[in-house]
DNA sequence: TATGTGATTGGCT
DNA sequence: GCCAATCACATAG
């Protein structure tokens, strides 16, 4: 699909991948599910941001590429997964933390060992589709083992604050955290289920 | 249901 | 050695 919804506004970007379908094959497993979730992160004036104040690092060097690249960072032993939006100038990138399953729940289940909360979490979602840091950062959507399509469109889109930023001031007040609302994909501040899971 | 806390790993400085 | 955009479970109400 195209992705140029990706190149100029980060915190609509974010917004526009609600719904997207994200397909993963790997490890010989298709798996799949719809974005319930997401955090944008405003790169140079952004406190809660890996690339504030311009930071580069061997870690966070990803964040410098153009829309459409992949970056995955791993912390307490899991990992996370952006996708990266704007262009070198600008390392922006929307974090995504909730799917709402579609295929290959079987081998979400096997590969997190549990039958249920396989996809409500940035860490739990990368771990049910076989994304690791190693073989899949820096890779592009689309080109490789990660994929997005159209998939459903939200009924509504809540806005809140970001999840697990407490320490980084005026930044831990920004409403870049967006959901489905009344979808129960995701992983805090659950809302009252909206019917159809909050898609149209 | 909401809040708190312990576990724990990888990656940089 | 220190830090982290997490997870899972325990406890209280």
Redesign the pocket.
């Known amino acids: 699909m195209d992705l140029s919804f990706m190149k100029e506004d980060t915190l609509q970007a974010a917004q526009a991948l609600l719904g997207k379908k994200v397909t993963t094959v790997i490890d010989g497993a298709v798996t799949s599910g719809y974005i319930t979730e997401t ?1 944008a ?1 405003l790169g140079i004036e952004d406190k ?4 504030f104040q311009g ?1 580069r ?5 990803m ?1 410098y590429r153009e829309y459409g690249g992949i ?1 995955i ?6 990992h ?3 996708f990266i939006t704007r262009d070198a100038a600008s390392p922006e ?3 995504i ?1 909730g799917l709402e399953p579609a295929d290959g729940i079987e081998i979400m289940q096997e590969r ?3 039958m249920d ?1 396989l996809t ?8 049910s589709m076989g994304i690791r ?2 073989p899949h ?1 820096g890779l592009r959507l689309n080109q490789g083992p990660i994929m997005i399509s159209a998939g459903k469109e939200p009924a509504a889109i809540r806005e809140s604050k ?4 407490d ?2 001031e005026e930044a831990v007040d920004y409403l870049y955290r967006f959901t489905v609302c009344g979808n129960p994909y995701v ?4 809302v009252l289920p909206a019917v159809n899971n909050g898609w149209k």
Request: charged share 35%.
């Open positions: 955090e992160y809660a941001a890996h690339a930071r690092t061997k870690k966070n060097e964040m970056y960072y791993t912390m307490h032993g899991h996370c997964m952006n990138g929307v974090l933390r997190r060992g549990r909360h409500d979490g940035p860490g739990k979602l990368t771990k840091r190693d950062n970001r999840i697990g930023i320490n980084k992983s805090k501040d659950r």
